[in-house]
């Protein structure tokens, strides 16, 4: 009876978390790009003129990534089932947890990285054209873009490595149990 209250505890826990990760990476975001914000993000979120800066940033990143939460307790949540014991089950889930947030954050510096030393004026990513036309630093718009496009997959990555992690230690307490 216990798992089930930890299981549904667990949902909150990883949306919370989501939103904490994408505010603090919408503030490094937002230190490369203010105009990723002030001419994307502000304006697809909704957010009120007076919050165009790093609180409205913040506010970006939870509403943007609380979500991913819900998909990546969806998955790890019950197939951390498997674990044994209530205890256990709970810890198991709350390092998955930071296994997945790892794995999103160093896809999302690896990206930040590769935009950094590859993009300039002439050498921009393809979706580069959709850009509005009053950006003034194009190169650091798209070395966001690209940073929020790939914390997507590092957090999809993240699932497997949260996957594979709850499937290592369920073998290593089972072999310690019996």
Aim: proline residues 3%; hydrophobic residues 50%; contains cysteine.
């Amino acid at each position: 009876m216990k798992k089930l209250g930890i299981f549904i505890t667990l949902f909150f826990i990883i949306c919370f978390l989501a939103g904490l990760y994408g505010f603090l990476h919408d503030q490094i975001s937002y230190t490369v790009s203010p105009e990723y914000f002030t001419k994307f993000k502000f304006i697809q979120f909704n957010i009120q003129n007076s919050l165009h800066n790093r609180i409205g940033a913040g506010i970006v990143g939870i509403r943007a990534t609380w979500w991913m939460g819900l998909l990546i307790g969806i998955v790890l949540i019950p197939v951390g089932l498997i674990i044994p014991n209530w205890k256990n089950y709970c810890k198991v889930m709350l390092w998955a947890f930071l296994y997945v947030a790892l794995t999103a954050l160093i896809t999302g510096i690896i990206a930040l990285i590769y935009g950094s030393i590859h993009y300039s004026m002439g050498n921009l990513p393809y979706w580069s054209m959709y850009i509005p036309n009053d950006v003034e630093n194009t190169v650091n718009y798209c070395i966001v873009g690209t940073m929020h496009n790939f914390s997507y997959i590092g957090g999809i990555g993240g699932i497997v490595a949260g996957i594979i992690y709850i499937l290592i230690k369920n073998l290593k307490i089972r072999r310690h149990t019996y």
